[in-house]
C-alpha cells in the first residue's frame, strides 16, 4: 500500500445555488459527516471568460438558469475574493483542505493570492498557458489539472509545459470524461494507466475526476491506481467527485453529484479497500496464526516418517 493516502475531494464547484449560507454548510458536511480530505470550490471572472454574446445570450438549459441571460447566471453564482477567504477560514475550523478551480486569468491571480495548498485547472482551460504560466510563477502550492476533452498529444504537451518550468513535481494529473453524468462506458478507467505509463513518475501524482453515478468506479479507479503503483509507476493520489446537498436541486452539476451519504460511503470505502490492498508481510499472519492453532490439520511427524 501506498505510504500517502488517497485524498477525496468533494467538488462543491457552484452546487452552493449562489448561497453563502449552503456553501457552508456544504464544508461542515463533507468534512464532519462524510469525512472528505479536500473541499474544492470554483472561481470565474466572467466578463474574461466570456465573450459579450455568450455573456448576454439565454442560459441553453432555462430550468438551470440563476438569471435572465447565461452572463447573469454565473455572476449569480459567482463568490468574490473576500468569500473565498472566509471559505478557507471555514475549512480551517471544520478541518478540512480548501481549494478552487481558477477559470481564467484574473482568477488565479486573486486565488493564488490568498495562498491556499492546491490550486484545480478544469478540463476546459488546461490549455490556457498564460494562465497556467502564471500560476508556476506567482504561486508555490499544487497544481492540479483535469485532462477531460483534451487530446494525448495536448496532455504531453501539458506535462511538458510544467517540467520546462520546474513545477512537474508539484502537478496532479486527473484522469477525466467530461460528461454530466458520464455513461460507465465512457468513463474509461484504464486512462489511468495510460497517465500513470506515461507520465506517473514524472508528475506528483495521478487523479481521477469522476461525473458517474454511485461509487463502485471511483473503487475500481483506486484498485487500478494502487496496482500500477506496485509497478513503480508513480503515484495515485486523488479522487474527486461533484457534492451537492440535494441531487434534484437546479443547477447542472447535481444530477452527477454526490450526496452526503453517498460521499459519506465513498470516503469509507476508499479508506477500507486501500486498506485491504497490500500483500502479506510474512506467510502466516497474525490473525491467522490464533486460526491456525486452534483449526488448521497437519499431518502428524511419525506419520510422515512411517510412509
Request: charged share 25%.
Amino acid at each position: 500500500m501506498s505510504d500517502r493516502a488517497v485524498q477525496v475531494v468533494a467538488e462543491i464547484g457552484c452546487n452552493h445555488k449562489g448561497s453563502f449560507e449552503i456553501a457552508l454548510e456544504l464544508i461542515r458536511v463533507a468534512a464532519t459527516i462524510c469525512n472528505a480530505d479536500v473541499a474544492k470550490f470554483q472561481k470565474r471572472h466572467n466578463r474574461e471568460l466570456l465573450s459579450p454574446e455568450q455573456y448576454d445570450a439565454p442560459h441553453p438549459v432555462p430550468d438551470n438558469a440563476y438569471g435572465p441571460t447565461y452572463g447573469a447566471h454565473r455572476e449569480f453564482l459567482e463568490f468574490d475574493t473576500e468569500q473565498h477567504r472566509d471559505l478557507i477560514a471555514a475549512c480551517k475550523e471544520n478541518g478540512i483542505a480548501y481549494s478552487t478551480s481558477v477559470w481564467d486569468l484574473t482568477s488565479a491571480r486573486e486565488m493564488a493570492a490568498l495562498e491556499p495548498p492546491m490550486l484545480k485547472i478544469p478540463s476546459a482551460t488546461n490549455q490556457h498557458y498564460e494562465l497556467q504560466s502564471y500560476l508556476c510563477e506567482h504561486y508555490g502550492g499544487e497544481i492540479h489539472v483535469s485532462t477531460g476533452m483534451s487530446t494525448g498529444q495536448e496532455i504531453a504537451e501539458l506535462i511538458a509545459f510544467y517540467e520546462e518550468r520546474g513545477r512537474a513535481r508539484d502537478l496532479v494529473v486527473y484522469s477525466c470524461t467530461s460528461g454530466y453524468p458520464v455513461a460507465f462506458e465512457d468513463v474509461c478507467l484504464l486512462e489511468i494507466r495510460n497517465l500513470m505509463e506515461r507520465f506517473g513518475t514524472r508528475v506528483k501524482g495521478i487523479g481521477f475526476s469522476g461525473h458517474h453515478l454511485g461509487i463502485a468506479a471511483d473503487v475500481a479507479a483506486l484498485a487500478v491506481g494502487r496496482m500500477l503503483e506496485a509497478e513503480a509507476w508513480g503515484k495515485f493520489t486523488h479522487i474527486e467527485r461533484h457534492f451537492t446537498l440535494d441531487r434534484t436541486w437546479k443547477g447542472t452539476d447535481h444530477a452527477a453529484s454526490l450526496e452526503p451519504d453517498g460521499l459519506r460511503r465513498l470516503c469509507r470505502d476508499i479508506r477500507h479497500v486501500d486498506a485491504a490492498l497490500n500483500v502479506k508481510g510474512q506467510d502466516i499472519l497474525p490473525v491467522e496464526q490464533v486460526q491456525r492453532d486452534k483449526l488448521k490439520w497437519t499431518d502428524p511427524p511419525r506419520s510422515r516418517d512411517a510412509a
